[in-house]
């Protein structure tokens, strides 16, 4: 699961207004091992298929206990946002960088919208 980013918004329980802020949180969520906030921003349809809420805080454990620590030295630079082409339910593609130790990947992830504003909704 991706994890991280660097933000100074306040995290909320419900959507949020953007997409960009959607992704922003949900990763900030992951980095902090706040499972049940990173749970809270996912989309309905990645909730429904992970299961419910302490199955999902179990895999987030057992995932770190397996790849390390998801904050050392990990920098994600959120980028550009663009419409994913889908109208219903609306959705949009978020760029992430993700940068350790000298070696970049990038990675897009989906942002619906749900509930009067945006979820996190995987990677795709």
Known sequence: MVAGV???????????DTPREAVEN???ANQRYD??????????????????????IRTQDAAVA????LNDGLTITVGDVRPN?????????????????????RIEVLA???????RACGRL
Request: glycine letters at 10%; a negative charge; aromatic letters at 8%.
């Open 66 to 69: 397996v790849v390390g620590p």
């Open 112 to 118: 619906v919208e749900e509930d009067e504003g945006f």
């Open 6 to 16: 660097l933000t100074h918004r306040g995290l909320t329980s419900g959507p949020d």
């Open 35 to 56: 499972w049940r906030v990173a749970w809270e921003l996912l989309c309905h349809t990645e909730q429904l298929e992970l299961g419910p809420l302490d199955r999902y």
């Open 85 to 105: 082409g889908r109208s219903s339910p609306q959705s949009y593609v978020v760029d992430v960088q993700l940068a350790q130790a000298g070696d970049t990947h």
């Open 26 to 28: 949900f990763l900030t």
